[in-house]
């Protein structure tokens, strides 16, 4: 056996001891709310999962306090079998509607998971005044026509969406819809239109960031495009991040990108572009883009 059949096999088998471990874990809470342990002739639940799953002390206190928090939210409830314990108590600590906790451990990693939820305890701590901060009252009047394409545009957001949407929220979509053509016509396009950064744009993204996450100063390790470049073919606005910012930035947790990245603000709720979905479907099948990511 070779040393990369060797490494391979421990990949395998140790990625699977962690599936088993999950499932496991996932069912002590009923398991201790029945007392199978006790009638099982375990000393405690403790025993009952150090010698049946190899799971410690920790652990069992860990999803067993998670499983109370959780007895409102079936939903993300559900996820500590198929996700793991560990992301979900992440997520359950995120003051987010359930199904945008579940959304978010679906398609974040653990690590960006909990990466998000310290800028959003940030931002409660010390809120800057950038848009969707504090909500302001407007009062103007439309034609009724225009009040009923408002509604019926609301209407179709709660179908995609499958939540309530208020019309200031239908609103913002509309003028984030109105906005995407703009933004992409600040970024001409580059004659050669090729995925490619000259060494000259890495110069000058050196000389302002160095090599470290525009966000957070770890050590950057990809090449973010705000206005992404699949779309405007053009490196007019680069951000260096690390790889748990850009899942961020990917999975649209981001309120404000477009402007300058000390100013960035978690988003509470999800919302990819067609591009940021096709980088998530990407990165879920382990598939790497060679030099840099859109």
Same mark, same amino acid.
């Given at each position: ?32 709310? /029945? ?26 206190? *860990? ?15 559900? #996820? @500590? ?23 978010? @451990?679906?398609?974040?990693? /653990? ?33 009724? *026509?225009? *009040?009923?394409?408002?509604?019926k545009f609301r209407q179709e957001?709660?179908? *995609?969406?499958?939540?309530? @949407? ?16 703009? #933004? ?28 470290k996450c525009a966000m957070c100063? #770890? ?19 680069? @951000? ?6 850009? #899942? ?18 978690? /988003? ?27």
């Open positions: 056996m070779t040393d990369k059949e060797l490494f391979d096999l421990c990949q395998k088998y140790g990625g699977n001891a962690k599936i088993w471990q999950r499932k496991f874990a996932a069912l002590l809470p009923e398991v201790d709310k /029945r007392k199978l342990w006790k009638r099982k002739g375990f000393y405690s639940i403790y025993d009952f999962a150090a010698r049946l799953g190899g799971v410690t002390t920790r652990i069992v206190d *860990e999803v067993l306090t998670l499983d109370k928090k959780l007895e409102d939210k079936p939903l993300l409830k559900a #996820q @500590v079998e198929k996700q793991g314990w560990s992301k979900v108590s992440i997520a359950a600590r995120i003051p987010v509607k359930e199904e945008e906790a579940v959304k978010m @451990v679906e398609t974040l990693s /653990r690590k960006t998971l909990e990466v998000y939820a310290h800028e959003v305890d940030i931002s409660k701590e010390s809120p800057k005044a950038t848009t969707g901060c504090k909500p302001v009252k407007l009062n103007f009047k439309v034609k009724p *026509e225009t *009040e009923l394409r408002l509604r957001l709660e179908k *995609e969406r499958k939540e309530s @949407v208020s019309l200031g929220e239908a609103l913002e979509e509309l003028l984030d819809q109105a906005e995407k053509p703009k #933004q992409i016509r600040k970024s001409e396009p580059s004659k050669e239109g090729k995925r490619y950064i000259s060494a000259g744009d890495k110069r000058k993204i050196k000389e302002r960031y160095g090599h100063k #770890q050590p950057a390790t990809e090449i973010h495009h705000p206005d992404r470049f699949a779309a405007t073919k053009a490196h007019k606005r680069l @951000v260096p991040l690390c790889k748990h910012h850009h #899942q961020i930035a990917h999975a649209g947790l981001i309120e404000n990108e477009q402007d300058d990245p000390k100013d960035w603000r978690p /988003r509470k709720r999800m919302k990819p572009n067609a591009i940021d979905k096709k980088y998530q479907k990407h990165r879920q099948k382990n598939y790497r883009i060679e030099n840099f990511k859109v």
